[in-house]
């Protein structure tokens, strides 16, 4: 069966460290891999995304990876603030049409 | 100012009502969409249109309707059909072509509950 997966328990990291949240995928043949921040009570929003043939792919300090071998997109926020609290989600785009497929998110929580 | 706009931000459904979400952009996009989302699961689609008077159903679209007689509009019908209505809906825009890559803009979202 088709299964997109991120890490349900939330992820609790020390201001100022690494944090590394995953999105696993199983079935899907995605062509491009998307990441998005939402806060409590808001929709979504789009932070980078990462083609099926780039492993690797910044914007300040944020980096995404992509293994398609691996079916696995690592997150990676570095010098982490307590401002990026929040629910990070992946979502495939298997450049067939219009949808995303979405997974359900993992609650990032940055201590001072 | 550009972007999504959904209203209300709170909305009670009694049993046997419809309610209507309704959801605004002025970003020129031609593609819309909406999604359910429940605590510990994925958005879900519930619909979506690529182009004016056209619409597709998602994963989810019992229960609900669509419409898309404008550009700028989409308005989501929860009908009571729609037994386990209790969620919060998000809608969401698309610029159309290669380059846009389907990366997906959304409203604040709307909170239903049942009275």
Redesign the interface.
């Known amino acids: 069966s088709q299964k ?1 997966e991120q890490n ?1 328990e939330a992820l609790n990291i020390q201001e100022g460290k690494t944090a590394t949240l995953t999105c696993n995928y199983t079935n899907y043949s995605p062509a ?1 891999l ?1 990441w998005y921040r939402q806060d409590p ?6 932070l980078l ?1 990462i083609r099926e043939n780039e492993k690797e792919k910044r914007k300040e300090r944020l980096k995404v990876t992509f293994d398609t071998t691996l079916k696995q997109s690592l997150f990676h926020i570095t010098a982490s603030q307590p401002a990026d609290s929040a629910t990070y ?1 992946c ?1 495939l ?1 298997e450049g067939s049409n ?8 993992t609650k990032l929580i940055i201590k001072p | 100012d550009g972007g ?1 706009t ?1 209203s209300p931000k709170y909305l009670f459904r009694k049993e046997g009502q419809n309610v209507t979400l309704s959801c605004e952009q002025n970003l020129n996009h031609d ?1 819309m ?1 909406w ?1 359910r989302q429940d605590p ?6 519930i619909y ?1 249109s ?1 182009i004016v008077n056209d619409f597709q159903k ?1 994963d989810i679209a019992e229960g609900y309707s669509v419409s898309r007689e404008k550009k700028e509009s989409f308005p989501l019908t929860v009908t009571s059909a729609q037994k386990n209505p209790t969620a919060f809906y ?1 809608c ?1 825009s ?1 610029p159309s072509g290669e380059l846009a ?9 709307t ?1 239903l509950s049942v009275l």
């Open positions: 997109i349900s491009y998307q009570g808001r929709g979504p929003v789009f995304l989600l979502a785009d219009y949808q995303l497929i979405w997974g359900a998110g | 999504i959904q593609a969409y999604y510990g699961q994925g958005l879900r689609l979506y690529q998602g998000l969401a698309s890559k389907n990366i997906q803009y959304f409203g604040a979202g909170r």
